[in-house]
């Protein structure tokens, strides 16, 4: 499958009761969070960093009726899930990192495995991963969590009504969207490939021509019985029943899996990194364990650092060699905190990443063999996505990254409701030490169990300082994901780079595996000159046909500066 189309930590999150009695009152009125006294504005502005244009005129509509970042948030995740259907979706599940009245919160609405899936559900007889089986169809699909990740999130820190944010996204499915050049393409490319012939895909999806107005009125009704009955519907209503019926005979989620799913409130992981607080994803994410220690790691190699070029061949190395280190600890230790103690302290810790630091080699690539996880054996080996950022004038900030896995998901839609589900069951490592999708391996931290979360690389962070948002940033990517926040946050802050530049500047990914290999990305390409230096290093290079889609915001004072991905169809509004 092509890539395109497709601290102070506690690990353990408290579980919150997900439906709260659908009262009237809640959907028609206002949520708690209304009720509190009105903050004074602390910057001059709202703003927003989105994935489309249509995404960002629901955003500015929730801003104009009085909504805050979590408003605008649910707004936008809703309506994307209209019109970005390659990766925006209710589908699928995310993380939300949020930054809400000074303090900092994490919401883990990520998919869980069925209740009937097995650790060696996606191999054969002989013990082989079966090819395509965990991407394409209905057994590829983990029990949806955006809906109730949303609902939860508005539930807790929402101003408007829930009827009022869900309104644009019912809008866009009834009477339509202009199709972009780029979506048709994506679109084509998901249709090339072997396997989505043999799911419904075509049958809604088609018509996504650019230029043409698509409209999706099964799932208009699916987000109208939404905003009418909150999550319930998607959980235990109608949509609860058609997504069973659909899944009778061809998959394994049936209603009582969808009944039983709960987003998750977890400790966000904190780190203190060059004067910043960096508050990002926890597990089941490995990408906020992942970007501190590549921030860390780089800090403590400061004197190498020192004098070296962006993107020169040495800083490919040094990266590369930080970035050996960070995808063998990942592959070792890192799955759903709920099944498995992840060492998210010391993984973390600062003498622990110095000791990493003095691992790497300056002179050339470290022998693959050579680089182990970090935290020796003696640990129990038991035990395309979109992202948007969003801060408010209340200084309150939203950074969400969710996924439906590859671009379109598993190809699969539920017959009635216009739902493209995900095959985010290819997450898991299918048989320890073969690579899924994305090129990464993982051990049994990372086994298929029933109700358990496959491991992620979303990293939706934020940094703050004395208080304040400082940024807000996330990107698509798989395995990508946390390598490229860390070199956007690097070009801002250590190389002063203005945010534009530091989003644009070439980015590149090394993961361990395969051996001293560097992946270029089609934006930027390594070639020429570059390149040969590179190679001399002792490095391959390889080009891969994803680019990542950063959306991120710089508060500059009291200015917010959004800037989207060149990369993308990425869009940025200011909202006095
Ligand atoms: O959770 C993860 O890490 C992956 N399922 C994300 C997939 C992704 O970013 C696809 N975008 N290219």
Redesign the pocket.
Same mark, same amino acid.
């Given at each position: 499958m092509k890539?395109?189309n497709?601290a102070r930590i506690s690990a353990t999150g408290f579980a919150l009761v997900a439906f709260v009695a659908v009262s009237g009152s809640f959907l028609e009125t206002a949520p708690a969070h209304a009720k509190a006294p009105p903050q004074p504005a602390v910057l001059n502005a709202s703003a927003i960093a989105v994935a489309d244009q249509f995404s960002a005129e629901a955003a500015e509509q929730i801003f104009k009726e009085g909504g805050n970042a979590v408003d605008a948030a649910v707004a936008i995740a809703f309506t994307l899930a209209v019109t970005y259907p390659e990766?925006g979706n209710i589908g699928g599940g995310?993380f939300m990192t949020l930054y809400m009245d000074g303090k900092p919160y994490f919401l883990d609405y990520?998919e869980r495995a069925p209740l009937a899936a097995t650790k060696n559900m996606y191999l054969d007889d002989q013990g082989n991963v079966i090819k395509g089986m965990s991407l394409f169809g209905y057994r590829a699909v983990g029990v949806p969590g955006t809906v109730d990740g949303m609902w939860e999130a508005h539930r807790r820190f929402g101003k408007l009504k829930w009827k009022q944010v869900l309104a644009p996204s019912i809008e866009y499915a009834r009477d339509g969207f202009f199709v972009s050049n780029q979506l048709e393409q994506r679109r084509r490319e998901f249709e090339e490939q072997e396997f989505v012939g043999k799911t419904n895909f075509e049958t809604y999806f088609s018509n996504l021509k650019a230029g043409l107005t698509f409209r999706q009125p099964d799932l208009a009704a699916v987000l109208t019985r939404i905003a009418n009955d909150g999550a319930k519907d998607f959980y235990d209503g109608k949509t609860a029943d058609l997504i069973a019926a659909a899944m009778r005979g061809h998959g394994l989620i049936t209603k009582r899996d969808l009944q039983e799913y709960k987003a998750i409130w977890r400790q966000p992981i904190e780190a203190k990194w060059n004067g910043y607080e960096v508050i990002t994803a926890p597990p089941p994410?490995?990408?906020g364990i992942g970007l501190v220690q590549l921030l860390k790691i780089k800090a403590d190699l400061a004197p190498d650092f020192n004098y070296i070029t962006l993107n020169s061949p040495q800083y490919v190395h040094l990266v590369a060699e930080i970035e050996k280190r960070v995808f063998a600890d990942r592959a070792q230790y890192l799955g759903d905190p709920d099944f498995y103690k992840v060492p998210v302290a010391q993984l973390t810790d600062d003498a622990y990443l110095a000791k990493r630091a003095a691992e790497v080699n300056p002179a050339g690539p470290s022998d693959t063999k050579s680089v182990q996880p970090g935290l020796g054996t003696s640990m129990p080996e038991k035990a395309?996505? +979109?992202h948007f950022s969003v801060i408010d004038k209340w200084g309150n900030a939203v950074s969400n990254?969710y +996924?439906i896995?590859?671009?379109f998901g598993s190809g699969v839609v539920v017959e009635g409701t216009g739902i493209l589900l995900n095959d985010?069951m290819?997450?898991f490592s299918a048989k320890p030490g073969v690579a899924n999708v %994305?090129g990464v391996v993982g051990s049994d931290a990372n086994a298929i169990e029933p109700k358990k979360r @496959?491991?992620?690389?979303?990293s939706p962070t934020i940094l703050t300082k004395d208080g304040k948002v400082s940024l807000v940033i996330g990107? @698509?990517?798989?395995?990508?994901?946390f390598t490229s926040i860390f070199q956007v946050i690097t070009n801002v802050y250590d190389f002063k780079m203005p945010l534009p530049d530091a989003v644009a500047a070439m980015r590149f990914h090394h993961q361990l595996l395969p051996p001293n290999t560097i992946f270029w990305e089609p934006y930027k390409p390594i070639e020429g000159r570059l390149a040969e230096q590179i190679e001399a290093k002792g490095y391959v290079l390889k080009g891969q046909d %994803?680019n990542g889609d950063i959306q991120v915001i710089k508060v500059n004072g009291n200015t917010p500066e959004p800037v989207a991905d060149p990369r993308g169809r990425g869009v940025t509004r200011v909202i006095p």
């Open positions: 890539l395109i497709k990766a995310g990520r994410s490995s990408g395309e996505t +979109t990254t +996924t896995n590859g671009y985010e290819d997450d %994305f @496959p491991l992620s690389s979303m990107t @698509p990517g798989g395995s990508r994901i %994803f």
